[in-house]
């Protein structure tokens, strides 16, 4: 059974960093894509960053160049650096699998503010 764990949120000042973390079980995680995705108070879910099985990277315009995500296959882990960050980037965080489109977990809330 698939389950995704979410931690590493809090609150944050502008301009500062978080790293979140995901630990992944019930499937051959190295196998699958991972993502992570958002949900901003009374917005829809936006994707963030997407890791593929080859280590290549994508990123939503509005965190290229501050947000980093990267994975560990040897500790099922998930990682999302977080960097300069914004009023803007506060959301609940979720990460996600290609394993399961359905599956969610908590995710982890952020907060970005002075």
């Known amino acids: 059974q698939v389950q995704l764990v979410e931690s590493g949120g809090g609150l944050a000042q502008p301009g500062g960093s978080l790293t979140l973390s995901c630990a992944a079980s019930?499937?051959?995680?190295?196998?699958?894509?991972m993502s992570w995705y958002r949900r901003a108070p009374g917005k829809g879910r936006e994707r963030v960053a997407r890791?593929?099985?080859?280590?290549?990277?994508e990123y939503a315009d509005s965190v290229k160049g501050r947000f980093t995500i990267s994975r560990d296959n040897a500790r099922n882990l998930l990682f999302l650096n977080m960097t300069r960050l914004k009023p803007d980037d506060t959301a609940v965080y979720y990460c996600?699998?290609?394993?399961?489109?359905?599956?969610w977990g908590q995710g982890t809330q952020v907060t970005v503010s002075s």
């Open positions: 019930g499937f051959t995680f190295w196998a699958y894509h």
């Open positions: 996600h699998s290609s394993y399961d489109d359905d599956y």
């Open positions: 890791i593929f099985l080859g280590m290549q990277k």
